[in-house]
Structures are given as C-alpha cells and as structure tokens.
C-alpha cells in the first residue's frame, strides 16, 4: 500500500530533476524583463496616483478637516482597499491551514496584496483629523467619561489596529517568500539578486529552517486573520457606526470584515486572470484554482445575502423610529440606487452565475463575476460611509447623538473632482505597488509547488488514472 | 503516526459494523428500558399538564417563557450537528468525515422531533396546534404570515423533510446490505422494499452520490434558514430589551453549530466505547479532526457572543443595562452566567488545544458534555433574564423556579433522543457501510524521504 516518492518504475511520478526544472521554469518567468505592456499599465497607474495626490492636497486646501461630509469618499475607498487588498491574504491562509493543494498556484499571489497595506494606513491617517474626540458626546463602547477615558481613544486604537495588520502582512508576505528569496539571491544577477540576499536572511533550507519557517507562517496567518477582523470591527466600531445616531447593529462589525473575505476572493480571482493571461503562469494556474475559488464566492454571496438580511430583518421589523431613519439613511432613502445595484452586483450576480459548473469550471467565469463583486464593494462603501459621514452633529455637542429622526436624514452626496482623483488614485495606488512588489518577489509560490511535486502522484484505478494527493499531518 | 486501519475485505467491515443490527448488544435492552422509564415519566408529567392546565409548569407573569422554550432552542441547536458534519463535510470532500456521518444526521432527526415536542408542552391548548396551517378556508382562519411563529413550523418542517431524505438516500446501499444478510422472512421483505430495489448497479450508484451531493446543497440554506427564524422569534419585536438585536441569527448559528459538533462528538465517543468494533473505524484521527474544528467553530462562536454583548452595552439604554446587570451580577443567574462561560468555552478550548486531548475520546467526551451544559444555559440565560427583569407598567416582576412538571420534561427530550438513536441504531447501522468502504479504497499512503504521509485518492 505505501508507496515509494521516488520509484523509478512509476513514470508518472516527477523526480528531483523536475523539481530543479520547476525552479528554473519559474525563476526564468519571475526574472524575464517587463513587458512594454506592464511598463504602459504600471506609468498609467502612477499618473493616476499622482492625480489622486493632487485632488487630496486640493480637498485638503478647500474642504479642511473640518467638513465631515466631504471626506466621505475619502473613508469609503480606505475602507474598500482594506476590504479588498488587506482580505486577500486570506484567500492563502484558510486554505493552508486546511492544507488544501490547490491554493499552491495562488498562495503568494494572494499574500502580496498584504504589502498594500501600507497605502491603507497611509489612507487612514487623514480620517485621524476628520474624526473629533470623544468629547462630543456620541455613543461609543469606549463608555466615555471625561477624565476617566483619553478623548481620543478610538484613533490610537484602530491606528494600532490597522498599523498591526499592516506589519503582520508584511511579516507574513516575507516569512512566506523565504526559501523563494534564497533561490533568487542564488539564481539572479544585479539588483535582484541583492535585494533577495538581504530578504533571504541567510536562508540555507535546513531542516530547522524549515520546521521554524511553516511554524511561523501558521501563527502569522492565524495573527493575520484575527487582526483583520479586529481592524474591521475597530474601524466600524469608531470610525462608521457612532457617526450615525441610533445605528445599533451589533452584526454590522462582523459583516464589514466578513464583506472582506468575498472582496479578498473576488480581488485574487482577477489577479489569476491576469497572471495567467499575462503573467506567464498559464500552466500553474488552471481550473481547478478558478473552480475551487467560484466556489468559495458562491458560498461568500450566498453569506453575504444572509448577513444583511439578519440585520435588515429585525431593524425593519422592529419598526423603532431611529431604526427606521438608519434605514431610510443606508438603503431606502437617498442611496436606494447604490443599494440595489449593490445588491445586484454582489448577490444577484454571483449567485445566478456562480450555482453553474460550467461557469465556474472555466478560466473567464469566476473572474468575470469578480469585477461585479468589487464594483459592488465600492459602491457599498459609498453607501455607508459617504451616509455616515454626511450625517450632520458628529463634532457638535448641542446635536443629540442617540437618535437620527428620519425628516433629519441628509441627501446623497454626489462626488465632486477631488473626490473622484482620490478614488481612482487610491485605487491605482494599490494596483500599482501591487504589480511593483511582483517584480522583487516572485508572484508564484516555488517551494509550495515543488512540494506538490513530493505530495502528488498518479496512478491507475481499474479502468482510468486518478491523482493521489497526500495530506502531511 | 498513522493510525488509520485499512481493512480490505468488506465481508469483515459488514460484520464489524452491523453486529449491532444483527444482534443484540448486552446492554442494549437494559439501557432501552432505563430511556424508556424516563420517557414513561416526562410522558405523565406531560399528561398531568394537559389535565390541569399549563399553570403547573413554573411560567408565569411576566417569565412565559421558561424551561420548554430554553430546550427548543437548545435542541434545534443540537440539530444543526447532521448538517454541518454530513453535508459541509461532504461537499468539502473531508475525508474524516465518513463514520461519523450517519450518526450526526441521526441526531438531527431526532432532536428536531425532541425540539418538536417542547412547542407541544409549551401550548396551553396543544390539541389546536393545527391552527397554524390555513387548514379551512372557509371559516377564515388564515395564520398570520407575518409572525415569527408561522415560519417556525414551515422552517423545521422544511428542515425535517430534508433531512430524512438525507439520511434515507444516504441509508440505501446499507439497508440493500441488511436484506442480504438478514435470515428471517420478515426482515428480509421489509429491508426490501425499504432499500427501492437496490443492487448497486453503476446507475444506481451515480444517482445515489448525485442526490447526496444535491441534497447537501439543499439542505444547507434551510439549515441556516431555521435556526435564523428561531432566532427571530426573540429579535425582531422590541418588548424584550436584549432580544432585539441584529446579531441574533448569525450568533444562534454559530452558537447551534458548537453545541451540535459537540454532540456528535460525545456520540463519537459512545460509539467507540458501546459497539463492539467501532473502534476500528473511529480512531484518534477522528476526535482529533472534529476537536480542531470545534475550535474554531467554538472561538467565532466567542467573537459573535462578545458582539451581541458589547453592543447590548453600547446601546446605553437603561433598560438594557439593568437586564446585563440581572443576567451578569444578581443571583441566580451571575452564577449560571459564569458556569456558562467556563464550560462552554474557557474550560473546553485551553484543552482541545492540547492534541492528547483532541486525540482522546474520554477527554472529549467529557469536554463536549461541558459545552453542551454550557450551550444549555445560554439558551437558558438568553430566555429567562430577559422576561424576568423589572420593567415599566408590569405589575408583577415574579421570579421564575421551573416546576417539576418542567424538569421532567425537560429529561424526556434528552432520554427521547437517546433511544431514538438506539432504536435506529437497532434497525439500521450508525456507521455508514458503503462511506466506509469507499474511504478505505480512497485512502492510500505516499512516502516522502523518511515520513510516511496520508493520501488519498482525488478524481
């Protein structure tokens, strides 16, 4: 019944030379020179950065600070890049903890989006000045009392919170690339090759390096994820909920880091797309990676119907007069398009789609309906926080903070220039340091696909072949 | 370590697995009998209460929910086990799961009848339960379609259609089994017609794994579906400060999933230790693969229990303070409210970190009992605090003491579950034959350097 990794009987069975040709394979893919179409897209998206630079140092000239309403685009493309680019990691932990073979091909890709991170934190500082004190008197679970709590509590918590994540994502991204990093500081020349021995971190690939390595990468995919739930449960916990009197919906924290994992999803899906379109990787990443992932965004749409109408439900069937404002202020009222086309692009979509096989059994399908995903998560954003933060008294001692009466809920905010250069910038901004960061470490995870090599063999059963897949405890 | 036993020959796998349905296991009769006394028992309290009114049980002003309504959640809970085991497991394609399956989907049946039974006890006139159905049109009678407790019965009725089917479909190859080995005439008729004429031809077969696999797709959102409309019943009206909150269908889920997984855990445990040869089907790997998913099940079941508290909090609404002050600090349910915490989470979890434990059937035996104590009280501390707190224009704010009436009852759904499972476990196999089969010609061994690593086979 066992059988030997290495029996030369069994052809199918790759040996350690193919190991060596997967490295060199990869490595080749890795370090070939950009493309005049990656250079096209990579200054575009800079430009577009640098626009969206432009239109934060005009709105912070115009607006200041001061005007909460008009930073509410500003909040909602933070909270789209930490719902999408910060979850995505995910999308390499959960299935490596389940040791699940077929996150191999996707595992980095996913994790590298931990290092935009940064533009997260970045993005976030500036709500550090949009929000005030505590002192205004608005509900918060920090249980304000003056002199017995610092004022500004909420902002060095979800600072630390989003600077946590951001520093645990790079751990994780570099603790992850180690053995990768070696065989680059060992098989490239120039600046590659320095940037990698210094990653490398004088990586031999002993059996302890190993043992250590896999350990560290478990409890910092496990830190990983705990913290991004508490990022999201801080960030709507401070920064969303108590800027609209009356919102009480203990469920909210967990749908806003839960939306995350469909966008993480949804964010790795077009990033295969890409990879294998164009990145080179077509033979690495196939359909059973964009099955096994329209899968999980079946499942995440069909949550994400649940999740909202858990909390839609009892507010709308409870019939409190401040409930109902909260839902005439997110959904009903002046955000009803946004809403339903959210509603449209993140449920309806997915679900009518996703339920086929044979569109989540091809390489088109799954990435197509992502798009629809992510245009849904921001518009979703923009629903709830350009709302939330054009809702009138936050600051202001003499408004009351507990109650939002529906003759009082604001009209839509309609984007001005500023706030759409700060969009797409933001945007381009992630896309870009994403596509640079691919360039120093290598987007397809080497050692986890030369380990399948060790894991996978092939034989016959009866009539037909089938795939032995070993699963080490 | 593997310690995995493959055994080849399905004529040894057949004996091991229906010695239990072709004989009698010694202290089958004496356990049916003790179940059965209990049932007897809870059956004349129950008998007691129709005679006298619902007034001998302890409800009253302003507590009109009580224990009944405390053990319907809790076993609805309870039967959520079948589902998240069998089909989430199945569609995961998680090997481990295939013998313990059948158990876990028994357990459902079964608990859903129990949870069933307490809205029975419950009703001051049970004999017009049927008014819930629009049953005559003529005269009118249309139930509310608006109100939580019409889409209960729909819900769990939906739930315990599906889930039969499940079981029945699942149950095929295994009663064919049965008819075959079966000497009496009797037996053999009956197994018969119940297994649909079953002779494992390849059509049968795809039709069998193809109905399994859908029914697992279907039978997943009436799970959820069910336990979110119970959860309902409580959040959506606003009289309640503590009831009204959005987290409710989310949490009572999660928390339904951790006492079921638990519960199919403490029947994992009996299985090995009550029929003879289980063990050689359920081993350490087993227990070890459900106490890791009970640890995560168990600490997102914290996180949404830490959510629905801190929110109750923020609220700063003094009604809703006063009842987190009765529930947490006053006397008797501070009390209950820390049993409840240490056993449902923080005495289970340092434990199930430790792979020994996970590995050790008495250790999570005795570890999953502590959760479902714990799970029970919750659903005790969520009810009763909540009616029972002083609240404006109530005249009376008396205390709740559940009746014997009520104790009794209360056993009676558990001993009721008990030899449910024991009767089944009588007439058909708890472990499933052909799941068993299948997974031993699946299973294989690679060898990498000097380990040797589980594997299996992937289509």
Same mark, same amino acid.
């Given at each position: 019944m066992t059988r030997e990794y290495q029996d030369s009987n069994d052809p199918t069975i790759r040996d350690l030379s193919a190991s060596s040709a997967l490295s060199r394979e990869l490595l080749a893919i890795h370090n070939r020179s950009c493309g005049t179409m990656f250079r096209t897209t990579a200054f575009v998206l800079a430009g577009l950065f640098i626009l969206g630079v432009i239109g934060f140092v005009v709105k912070i000239i115009t607006d200041? +600070?001061?005007?909460?309403? /008009?930073w509410g685009y500003h909040a909602a493309v933070f909270a789209f890049i930490i719902t999408t680019a910060s979850a995505a990691p995910i999308v390499a932990i959960a299935p490596r903890m389940v040791k699940a073979h077929w996150r191999r091909s996707i595992s980095r890709a996913a994790e590298l989006w931990a290092v935009v991170g940064v533009l997260s934190l970045v993005l976030f500082l500036p709500l550090l000045a949009v929000l005030p004190s505590l002192a205004d008197g608005r509900r918060t679970f920090w249980f304000y009392h003056p002199g017995e709590v610092p004022e500004f509590t909420p902002h060095v918590w979800t600072t630390l919170a989003i600077l946590g994540l951001t520093v645990l994502g790079l751990a994780l991204v570099w603790m992850s690339s180690l053995p990768d990093m070696a065989l680059l500081r060992d098989n490239s020349s120039g600046w590659k090759q320095g940037m990698a021995r210094r990653l490398a971190f004088g990586w031999k690939g002993t059996s302890r390096q190993w043992f250590i390595q896999k350990h560290r990468l478990g409890i910092l995919g496990a830190f990983y994820f705990m913290m991004l739930v508490f990022a999201h449960f801080m960030i709507v916990a401070d920064f969303l909920m108590p800027l609209v009197p009356g919102w009480i919906d203990a469920l909210f924290p967990a749908t806003h880091a839960f939306n995350g994992l469909q966008a993480g999803i949804a964010t790795v899906l077009i990033t295969m797309f890409f990879l294998r379109k164009y990145g080179g990787y077509r033979d690495y990443i196939g359909i059973d990676q964009f099955r096994s992932m329209g899968k999980l965004l079946l499942a995440t749409s069909l949550l994400w119907v649940w999740f909202w109408f858990s909390s839609f439900n009892v507010l709308w069937y409870g019939a409190k007069p401040s409930e109902q404002a909260v839902l005439e202020l997110l959904m009903v009222g002046p955000y009803l398009p946004i809403f339903l086309a959210v509603f449209v692009t993140v449920f309806i979509i997915p679900f009518f789609t996703m339920i086929w096989n044979p569109v989540r059994r091809s390489t088109w399908g799954p990435p197509l309906i992502a798009v629809s995903v992510l245009i849904g998560t921001l518009l979703d954003r923009v629903r709830l926080y350009v709302a939330a933060y054009s809702v009138p008294g936050i600051g202001d001692p003499k408004i009351d903070k507990h109650e939002l009466h529906i003759g009082d809920v604001p009209s839509a905010v309609i984007p001005n220039v500023s706030d759409v250069l700060i969009v797409v910038g933001a945007i381009a901004g992630a896309i870009l340091i994403y596509m640079l960061v691919t360039r120093i470490i290598p987007v397809m995870n080497i050692w986890e696909q030369k380990e399948l090599l060790l894991y996978k063999v092939h034989k016959s059963f009866h009539r037909t072949e089938v795939q032995i897949l070993g699963k080490p405890d | 370590m593997q310690e995995h036993i493959q055994i080849d020959d399905n004529k040894q796998i057949n004996n091991d697995l229906l010695s239990g349905v072709l004989s009698w296991p010694k202290w089958h009769l004496a356990a049916a009998s003790f179940l059965a006394l209990v049932i007897a028992t809870g059956l004349g309290a129950y008998g007691w209460e129709l005679n006298k009114g619902v007034g001998v049980a302890g409800i009253n002003r302003p507590v009109y929910w009580g224990f009944y309504l405390a053990n319907f959640v809790f076993w609805i809970g309870i039967s959520h086990a079948g589902i998240m085991v069998s089909a989430i497991l199945r569609l995961t394609q998680a090997e481990w799961r295939r013998p313990v399956t059948r158990a876990a989907e028994v357990l459902t049946l079964f608990s859903l009848l129990a949870a069933l039974s307490n809205i029975f006890f419950h009703l001051g006139r049970p004999w017009r339960a049927f008014w819930i159905q629009p049953y005559d049109f003529a005269r009118g009678?249309? +139930?509310?379609?608006? /109100?939580p407790f019409v889409w209960d019965p729909a819900a769990i009725g939906t739930y315990l259609i599906g889930s039969s089917l499940f079981v029945y479909v699942a149950l095929l190859p295994d009663i064919a089994v049965i008819r075959d080995k079966s000497k009496g005439k009797v037996a053999k008729t009956v197994y018969g017609v119940l297994c649909? !004429?079953?002779? !494992?031809?390849p059509r049968q077969w795809k039709l069998q794994a193809v109905s399994g696999i859908l029914l697992s797709a279907l039978v997943l959102p009436v799970f959820v579906s069910v336990h979110s409309i119970v959860s309902w019943d409580f959040a959506v009206q606003i009289g309640v400060e503590g009831w009204h909150s959005t987290i409710f269908a989310p949490y009572f889920i999660i928390g339904a999933i951790h006492s079921g997984v638990s519960a199919v855990a403490m029947v994992m445990a009996l299985m090995v230790w009550m029929w003879k040869g289980y063990d050689k089907y359920i081993r350490p790997d087993h227990f070890d693969a459900i106490g890791r998913l009970l640890i995560v099940v168990a600490t997102t079941w914290f996180f949404f229990f830490a959510l629905e508290f801190i929110y109750a909090i923020y609220t700063l609404e003094e009604p809703e303070l006063a009842l987190r002050e009765l529930q947490v600090l006053q006397w008797p349910y501070g009390f209950l409210f820390i049993v409840f915490l240490l056993s449902s989470y923080f005495i289970p979890i340092p434990l199930w970190l430790f792979k020994n434990v996970r590995k050790s059937a008495k250790w999570m035996f005795w570890t999953t009992i502590l959760v479902n104590i714990g799970m029970w009280l919750e659903r005790f501390l969520i009810i009763i605090p909540g009616l029972a707190r002083r609240q404006a224009f109530t005249f009376d704010w008396g205390t709740y003491h559940p009746s014997i009436i009520e104790i009794l009852l209360v056993a009676e759904t558990f001993a009721f579950v008990a030899l449910g499972i024991l009767v089944f476990s009588k007439v058909f196999p708890l472990v499933p034959l052909f799941d068993v089969k299948e997974g031993m010609v699946f299973r294989d061994e690679i060898k990498v350097g000097r380990i040797t690593v589980p594997a299996s086979i992937r289509e």
């Open positions: 200041g +600070p001061e005007d909460k309403a /008009s | 009678i249309w +139930p509310n379609v608006r /109100s649909l !004429g079953w002779r !494992g031809t």
